[in-house]
């Protein structure tokens, strides 16, 4: 990925793909900071959405 940064669709995938490790993407990851910087707050993204609770709806609400 010369000179081409990723998306952070391709960084992505990258994180949840099971073969991450032989992929551009990786190359890519390793060797540019902006990029390395962006799948660090994906995972931390990611991790964020894992741990959030859905709020409960008042009871009114749940009554309609």
Do not use: F, G, Y
């Not at 000179?3 to 992505?12: D, P, R, T, V």
């Not at 099971?18 to 390395?36: E, F, G, M, N, W």
């Not at 990611?46 to 009554?63: D, Q, T, V």
Request: charged share 20%.
């Amino acid at each position: 990925m010369p000179e081409k940064h990723a998306s952070w669709e391709q960084i992505l995938d990258w994180i949840e793909s099971p073969d991450r490790l032989k992929t551009a993407v990786q190359a890519h990851i390793t060797t540019c900071p902006r990029c390395s910087q962006l799948a660090t707050e994906v995972r931390q993204l990611l991790s964020s959405l894992a741990n959030a609770r859905l709020p409960n709806p008042p009871e009114a609400l749940r009554a309609q």
